[in-house]
């Protein structure tokens, strides 16, 4: 089974967390794009989504999936998204595709967060995957040399500019052992929008697609 055939399947089992009449929460990705197919399926039982990225507003809007403002509706009973590295705990880096504030927001305003993935994702130690952290753009050479202090390599994403109008380091050579407090150390930063650990609001659920069809992994 190809990578991208066991995406489908964690994304077909996604579907079931999807509450009837409510708005759900989608995030970006490639996983996310076969979510969003799926969806188109069953929009008419659903109210609409919020979306965490153009481009996702984009797919669901040609699917005729209602998109809303995330300031116009209150709590998201589920947000659904793929992410980069998943570690045991359900802790996660994400921004890959650059969206990781908008991301981080609606995993924020939701009650639950199913993750996506095919099983490549889940690792021991996160870090293999380059964390992903927007920053204003003045900010860049600044927060740069204070990522090296804290360990990483960071590379600008020559080209690519977020939805938000930022700029994306992506951080090479860390190996994260306390995914909370680095993600609180490069937070704290001046001009760190958002860096891609997802610790202090980690996944409530995995799901990964596998060559025998899709498993679910709670928090150890
Ligand atoms: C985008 C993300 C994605 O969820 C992450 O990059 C995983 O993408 P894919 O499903 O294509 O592997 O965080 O900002």
Known sequence: MTQDEMKIKAAEAALEYVVTGAIVGVGTGSTVNHFIDLLAGIKNKIEGAVSSSEASTQRMQAHGIKVYDLNDVGDIPVYIDGADESDHYLNL????????????????????????????????????????????????SFIARELVKLGGQPVWRENFITDNGNIILDVHNLEIMDA?????????????????????????????????????????
């Not at 990781?100 to 995993?107: F, P, Y």
């Not at 095919?118 to 927007?134: C, H, N």
């Not at 407090?181 to 704290?188: A, G, M, Q, V, Y």
């Open 93 to 140: 880096i994400k921004g890959g595709g650059g969206a990781l504030t908008r991301e981080k927001i609606i995993a924020g305003a939701s009650k639950k967060f199913v993750c996506i993935a095919d099983e490549s994702k889940l690792v021991d130690v996160m870090g293999k995957f380059p964390l992903p952290v927007e920053v204003i753009p003045m900010a860049r």
């Open 180 to 220: 909370v407090k680095l993600e609180n150390d490069i937070n704290k930063l001046p001009g760190v929008v958002t860096v891609g650990i997802f610790a202090n609001r980690p996944a409530d659920v995995l799901i990964l697609g596998t060559p025998n069809g899709a498993r679910t992994v709670y928090s150890k």
